[in-house]
């Protein structure tokens, strides 16, 4: 099954036990909220799951919802993690309880989407000082013939400091190549796949609980880790959602394994939050767009300097607006591209200038640091990046 069919099968399931299909929205949240950027498929629900007025749609929901998380950043490039991605959501609003949801995900996992019940895993909210272990939770897995493992920690899912929350139960597919071994704590190839949230608290400033007037199920599964279990590759990247950036990229640029990764997974995500309107700058999400767009052009420029991202195959542009279901422009978003290229590269020749009369081996102060950022342009973390390179990098970059 390609993206789209699986996408299909996933909403489809969901439609035929009542649910309706809710529009996906925009990375960037509406309003003036603390958050960034949309993180979880339930962020544009968090109203009506915390006890607010009754969804125009109804009680029971689907959908897919485009995402980024900057936590996870530290980890693009593995196997299965990337700064954006799709969330396939499905969402009880004080309907059906947590053990229906966990049935019915057993359900389309194994007998829909074919994965074998021995390459499954389940955790479970084991207690803490507040509250006991989630035992409905344990019961159904144990029904289903699912083997559990308990956690504290792992199994609670909030929305921030504040605000809706509860235990969850989280199911996990085996990645290895052998037969499962371990459980998800102990082994990593036990890769998590669907998360279902018993949402039925709030908290709230002092860090009390509160119990929500209406209990809910929030659940949310990658969309591009669960074609990496149903299309059998050992990793994201491997997916059919990747398979264009995997041809175009090489075909201008030769880097590593690991940086082609990065590199696909960074102008991913720039392309869908350019899409979403956000333009690089120097805070906010305009910084978080622009730093990926920075350590795109540093792995590439180490690779070939003649190569520009004005390159890019429109084909790519469109096939990842398209994915994420957004009707930006790709040429705008070229240019873009462009711009913020042509400016970093006179940002490092500059930087490269300034940098060349302190000398080798030379360690800033935070005095030095601020002295370049206000009167040189230079930021900080551009200033360690240049004085970290080899020579030969920094020659290849200036183009000498
Ligand atoms: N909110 C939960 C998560 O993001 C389940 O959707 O994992």
New binding site residues.
């Given amino acids: 099954m390609n993206v789209a069919e699986t996408t299909r099968t996933f909403l489809g399931f969901f439609q035929d036990r009542g649910h309706q299909v809710i529009a996906g929205g925009s990375l960037v949240p509406p309003g003036d909220g603390p958050v960034l950027f949309t993180a ?3 962020h544009p629900l968090t109203p009506y799951l915390d006890g607010g007025p009754p969804h125009p749609q109804g009680r029971r929901l689907t959908g897919l919802q485009r995402c980024l998380r900057t936590t996870d950043l530290g980890e693009v490039g593995d196997e299965r993690h990337l700064t954006v991605f799709q969330m396939l ?1 499905s969402w009880s609003l004080g309907d059906y309880g947590g053990p229906q949801s966990l049935r019915w995900g057993f359900e389309l996992i194994t007998e829909i989407l074919g994965t074998k019940r021995d390459r499954l895993y389940a955790t479970v909210f084991g207690g803490d000082g507040q509250l006991g272990p989630d035992l409905a939770a344990q019961r159904t897995w144990d029904e289903l013939g699912v083997p559990v493992e308990l956690t504290t920690d792992d199994n609670w ?1 909030s929305n921030g400091p504040t605000g809706p929350c509860g235990p969850d139960s989280e199911l996990f597919a085996w990645t290895g190549d052998g037969p499962p071994q371990g459980r998800p704590t102990t082994d990593e190839r036990w890769m998590e796949l669907w ?1 279902h ?1 018993t949402m039925r608290f709030r908290r709230h400033g002092d860090g009390r609980l509160e119990p929500l007037p209406r209990p809910n199920v ?3 599964m990658g969309l591009e880790r669960l074609l990496m279990i149903t299309q059998g590759v050992p990793s994201v990247f491997g997916t059919d959602v990747f398979r264009p950036w995997m041809t175009a990229l090489p075909a201008l640029w030769q880097p590593d394994d690991l940086s082609l990764r990065l590199i696909a997974d960074h102008l991913r995500a720039s392309i869908v939050i350019i899409g979403d309107g956000v333009r690089p700058s120097s805070t906010g999400r305009g910084y978080v767009l622009r730093r990926l767009l920075r350590r795109v052009l540093t792995m590439l420029w180490r690779t070939d300097r003649s190569r520009t991202l004005g390159e890019l195959p429109a084909g790519l542009l469109e096939h990842t607006l398209a994915q994420f279901g957004q009707d930006g422009d790709p040429e705008l978003i070229r240019g873009i591209l462009g711009d913020e290229e042509r400016r970093f590269a006179e940002l490092m020749t500059r930087g490269h200038k300034v940098l060349a009369r302190f000398g080798r081996g030379w360690q800033p102060t935070s005095q030095d640091l601020s002295y370049l950022h206000q009167t040189h342009g230079l930021p900080p973390d551009l200033v360690t990046e240049l004085l970290g390179e080899p020579g030969e990098t920094r020659s290849r970059v200036l183009g000498r």
């Fill in positions: 979880a498929g339930m959501g899912w998360n949230v929030d659940t949310g």
